[in-house]
């Protein structure tokens, strides 16, 4: 999405208008499919996938390959890379998304008006989605089954270095589409790496309804800035473990440790741990040693490194950090209170616990934390679809509309009023 | 918002940015109030507004004044002037909010996993609000009431021509909330005329959560363009009526006419009539001159200009327009699939009616019209927050995203998830 001079080119406008479009089209038919019918099309992807196993393999070798010359880093090409095992879990997690229950239909709310008119709330799918992604081609086949199954059609962009491994699946999935006599429309891939085409896209909010960047925040700041269609995202998380002055100290380390070095990578790693002024003394020591044991970096403020010496200093900066890393801020603050001021001010409003055996203590930071998850005497690492038990993910929403937090099949529906009347007219 | 050459005013932007920032402050407070004193102060924002009702009309009377010198339309000028019974229904209105359900705080799912974490879906407010409006200054309190209520801190940017109105209405209101020792800035009020001031405003997406512009097409989408906030939305409402070959002919007639006729100017009017063709031929000239008898224009394709002489033609144009005015374009077709599929392609995802007594096509035209809200058997007039039972209404969204049709109080609402634990970590 680089800055390009040439930012004409009717025929790719024309050619993704036309997409857009059909898209829409296909759409309405995916909206009234039946259940049944969905579930066996994902169920005849999965086995489509695991019998086309050596093209995906094939290309996504070239795929590698080329990234290696170009000198992609290590966890890039170990990102894109894929094998029997990988394309396996994509076949299964089709399957899975067959079983999950199926949103579209489902009424919400029905009620009656003095007038007699019927009033329900009802779920259906949110329209066109579009998805920018990078490296991972297993999102490829990911969302188109979760867009699939919640009646929504796709439209796949992927990352350039993956575009030929995401073309294969895309190739085979939608072949299965097509057999299964729906119209083919209902999943599209963008084919050019012509960075032009997102520009472009994000302008067509006439046929596309949603728009879901996933990757980078420089990237999902520019789909922002750009877009005309709503656009759902996730910056980053920047999660916190507060504890309390009645902290249960062996459940508080364990549950930091989890949180900081199970798997640091991800969004819901904490990345800073706040600690009550009145057992600073005694906790921290001992949580420092054990992170230190592990492998962690720590970063204190001023009264932290008064407790334990030798350990580096937090700068204003290491409060908004999402380090991605074994790398813990740590800081020491004088109640409950100063914890959610803290939070509310440097974090990123995704996953934020309490450790603590103070009931009214649990449900002030409950209240008064404003981020999407709020924790009380567990890891920040649960939140994830499958973890709360949605059965899948598409994503993780830092946003305050539509969906916040993770979103599985029902976040990936809207609704409609149904009213049914005997003949009432406005007095 | 017109385009001006200056584009940078240093001073404004920094006051601009310290109201959203303080709005932001104070909507962690207004988060956390209960209900009773949310209607109280909402109670005492009735009475001040009655008990100040001389200085808002002389504000108003000088807005007016101003207006008929600038040559301002007879519309406009009616929008805009405020009497004692105007002022009345703004007191009236708020204590009618007082009244209604308190959506904060609401569970709207709670549910335990296997390994014992309970998680709660629980509604919270959305956090600060900006409403850009245009000329009629019962926006301003209404705007505060349903924010105020739903625990949202507010910001509003209103017409240049109602500012002397809408400053004394918000300078009253902003007293009550002072003397109620809430935060003053849970309400705000943009008091510059200065176009760029809104620009601005859109891109302050650190501290505003929600832009909802209300007035014309123009405005909505300048601002949709510009905005890095999410906005919601409501372009326009180009609603049909399809009468079907088995509808009540006498029923069918009178929704027709109280659709269109009843209050023309508002969005939920009919806009196109759709006709079943093996009932046009008696069905249309009855409806045609109960139509023509009320004083509606009436427009028609080919085969309806067959059937009732003397109309003028329906082009392509007419099945986009959204008339606001006692015209209505009149079509013949096929059957209730190409009811529908007109509905979609030209239609507004507003509301749509279908008048029938079969039951099938009944279920069929709600499931496929890709509407917010889809009728049976009853006018399309009825798509409005009071009418739903919500209460009260904000405004109708055609989005599709977060609120889709009339938003009251829930609407302006999101959710964070609370989740209690026993020291449970991820394995």
Same mark, same amino acid.
């Not at 963008?190 to 032009?196: E, I, M, N, Q």
């Not at 199970?262 to 990345?271: D, K, L």
């Not at 999402?322 to 074994?326: K, P, S």
């Given at each position: 999405m680089r800055r390009t001079k &040439? %930012? &004409?080119s009717p025929a790719l406008e024309r050619n993704l208008a036309r997409m857009a479009f059909r898209a829409r089209e296909a759409s309405r038919v995916l909206a009234s499919l039946s259940t049944k019918k969905k579930n066996e099309v994902l169920c005849a992807m999965g086995s489509a996938l695991l019998e086309h196993m050596g093209a995906i393999l094939e290309a996504n070798k070239k795929d590698v390959a080329r990234a290696a010359k170009k000198g992609l880093s290590k966890a890039f090409l170990e990102r894109l890379t894929l094998n029997e095992k990988r394309v396996c879990e994509m076949a299964e997690s089709l399957g899975e998304v067959s079983k999950l229950e199926d949103p579209v239909g489902a009424e919400i709310k029905t009620w009656s008006r003095p007038n007699g008119l019927l009033i329900s709330k009802v779920r259906v799918p949110i329209g066109v989605i579009l998805v920018i992604y990078e490296s991972r081609p297993n999102v490829t086949s990911d969302c188109i089954g979760l867009c699939f199954k919640s009646g929504n059609a796709v439209i796949l962009k992927g990352g350039s270095d993956a575009i030929g491994s995401n073309a294969a699946i895309f190739g085979i999935l939608q072949k299965v589409v097509e057999r299964e006599g729906i119209p083919a429309d209902a999943i599209n891939f +963008? &084919? %050019? %790496?012509?960075? /032009?085409a997102v520009d472009m896209l994000l302008q067509m909010d006439q046929q596309i309804n949603l728009v879901m960047p996933r990757g980078g925040e420089a990237l999902i700041r520019e789909v922002r800035d750009k877009s005309k269609i709503p656009v759902i995202k996730h910056y980053k998380g920047v999660c916190h473990i507060f504890v309390d002055k009645s902290a249960d100290a062996a459940m508080a380390q364990k549950i930091v440790l989890n949180a900081k070095v199970? /798997?640091?990578? +991800?969004?819901?790693? +904490? $990345?800073t741990l706040l600690v009550h002024q009145d057992i600073a003394g005694s906790f921290l020591p001992v949580m420092a040693e054990a992170l230190q044991r592990a492998g962690v970096e720590i970063r204190g403020c001023r009264r932290t490194r008064q407790i334990v010496r030798g350990i580096g200093r937090a700068t204003e900066a290491d409060w908004y950090a $999402?380090? *991605?890393? *074994?790398i813990l801020s740590v800081k020491v603050v004088k109640d409950v209170r100063e914890a959610i001021d803290h939070i509310n001010r440097y974090g990123s409003s995704h996953s934020d616990a309490i450790v603590t055996q103070d009931q009214q203590n649990a449900e002030l930071f409950l209240k008064d934390v404003d981020s999407a998850c709020v924790y009380v005497n567990a890891s920040t690492r649960f939140t994830d679809g499958y973890q709360f038990g949605l059965g899948a993910e598409i994503g993780i929403s830092t946003? /305050? *509309?539509h969906a916040r937090g993770p979103m599985g099949l029902e976040e990936l529906t809207t609704y409609k009023y149904e009213i049914r009347g005997t003949g009432q007219i406005r007095e």
């Open positions: &040439k %930012t &004409k +963008v &084919k %050019t %790496t012509d960075r /032009r199970q /798997r640091p990578a +991800v969004c819901n790693a +904490v $990345e $999402e380090y *991605l890393d *074994l946003d /305050r *509309l």
